[in-house]
C-alpha cells in the first residue's frame, strides 16, 4: 500500500532537493509522533526511559521512509505493524523497505500490535540482547560499523 509520502516524494523525487525532501519527511514524522497507535505508545513507554542503553527515537525519517523507532548507534530499526501489514500489497511494500533499508546497514525487527501489547516484557528483552550483542561494552573503545552482527538480516 503506497502512502500519502510515498506518492508526494515519487511525483516530485526529480525535481526537489535533498533539503526538501527532507523538509517533507520530517513533516510528516511529526504528524506520525502525535498520532501514534495504542501498541506503539506503549512501546515508546518502554524504550523512552532509556533503560536499556542509548536513546532511542520514534517516527524517524531515514532516507525516504520514517520508521518507528530506531536506536541510531546500534543501527537498529523497529516497526511495530498492524493487521493491515499482513494484506499483500502491504507486506510486499514493506519486504521492499526492509531490503532498502538494510542495504543502508540497519537491522529491522518487527513486531506485531499483540506481540507488544500481550508481551512487552518479551519484547523490550529480545531488543535488550540485540543492543547488549550488538554495542560495544562502555570500555571497548571501539565502535559497531554498520555493517556489523545483524546489519543485513
Request: aromatic content about 10%.
Amino acid at each position: 500500500m503506497r502512502t500519502e509520502l510515498d506518492d508526494k516524494l515519487s511525483h516530485y523525487h526529480a525535481y526537489m532537493t535533498n533539503a526538501e525532501r527532507w523538509r517533507i519527511l520530517k513533516g510528516f514524522a511529526y504528524s506520525n509522533r502525535h498520532g501514534l497507535t495504542k501498541a506503539e505508545n506503549a512501546l515508546w513507554q518502554l524504550l523512552r526511559s532509556n533503560i536499556l542503553a542509548p536513546r532511542s527515537r520514534r517516527q524517524h525519517a531515514i532516507e525516504r521512509y520514517i520508521v518507528d523507532f530506531t536506536c541510531l548507534p546500534a543501527w537498529l530499526i523497529i516497526e511495530v505493524d498492524g493487521e493491515y501489514h499482513f494484506e499483500v500489497e502491504q507486506a510486499q511494500y514493506d519486504g521492499g523497505r526492509t531490503h532498502d533499508l538494510q542495504e543502508l546497514g540497519f537491522h529491522n525487527r518487527r513486531f506485531t500490535n499483540e506481540e507488544v501489547l500481550q508481551h512487552p516484557t518479551h519484547i523490550l528483552n529480545l531488543i535488550s540482547t540485540y543492543l547488549n550483542n550488538y554495542l560495544p561494552s562502555p570500555k571497548s573503545s571501539g565502535s559497531p560499523s554498520p555493517q556489523g552482527e545483524g546489519a543485513g538480516g
